[in-house]
T-cell receptor
Framework: DVKVTQSSRYLVKRTGEKVFLECVQDMDHENMFWYRQDPGLGLRLIYFSYDVKMKEKGDIPEGYSVSREKKERFSLILESASTNQTSMYLC???????????FGPGTRLTVT | DAKTTQPTSMDCAEGRAANLPCNHSTISGNEYVYWYRQIHSQGPQYIIHGLKNNETNEMASLIITEDRKSSTLILPHATLRDTAVYYCIVRVKYNNNDMRFGAGTRLTVKP
């Protein structure tokens, strides 16, 4: 079974802190994604990566950056966390030419 | 990718069929219809996808209209565990880039 894991289920950070959210997948997938989910807004794509060291902006990249140094790992970085970044963050991966996207369990981030 | 429109919420009685509609009037010829669902506190889960023919698997059936401008996901015998948000997505199958989700339909299965 494909497994996508995220470093934390719950995280509390202070405004202005630098925050790292880690995602690891074990199926050698080329494509990885970061979404945030807020009530009433569904899932919104922040960034995605289709190869190591490659990244593409999604719909809401402002305030975020990403890093993909290894194929299995995709990190989301909040350079200076703000309260409006309090949200559920979901990571996903998908193989080349495959229709099914696999999601991690999510990280609920609270910025105070 | 074509935009989709889904109702915000729906109710269904346990044991009855749940029919979830999706409009995608701007769908193009090489775009597929995908359905995912998200049960509370979990990541989304793939359900089914199709191009123009009706599809069925162990989870659900997908009915796509002949003009492909709309589709319906059918859960034939809904259970309480089917309570979730259901997302309809239209995209090119082998687009290896993004997959975008909208707000989806919140299905509540009631006893």
């Amino acid at each position: 079974d494909v497994k996508v894991t995220q470093s934390s289920r719950y995280l509390v950070k202070r405004t202005g802190e630098k925050v790292f959210l880690e995602c690891v997948q074990d199926m050698d997938h080329e494509n990885m994604f970061w979404y945030r989910q807020d009530p009433g807004l569904g899932l919104r794509l922040i960034y995605f990566s289709y190869d190591v060291k490659m990244k593409e902006k999604g719909d809401i990249p402002e305030g975020y950056s990403v890093s993909r140094e290894k194929k299995e790992r995709f990190s989301l970085i909040l350079e200076s966390a703000s309260t409006n970044q309090t949200s559920m963050y979901l990571c996903a991966s998908r193989g080349q030419g495959v229709y099914e996207q696999y999601f991690g369990p999510g990280t609920r981030l609270t910025v105070t | 990718d074509a935009k989709t429109t889904q109702p915000t919420s729906m109710d269904c009685a346990e044991g009855r069929a749940a029919n979830l509609p999706c409009n995608h009037s701007t769908i193009s010829g090489n775009e597929y219809v995908y359905w995912y669902r998200q049960i509370h506190s979990q990541g989304p889960q793939y359900i089914i996808h199709g191009l123009k023919n009706n599809e069925t698997n162990e989870m659900a059936s997908l009915i796509i209209t002949e003009d492909r401008k709309s589709s319906t996901l059918i859960l034939p015998h809904a259970t309480l565990r089917d309570t979730a948000v259901y997302y309809c997505i239209v995209r090119v199958k082998y687009n290896n880039n993004d997959m975008r989700f909208g707000a989806g339909t919140r299905l509540t299965v009631k006893p």
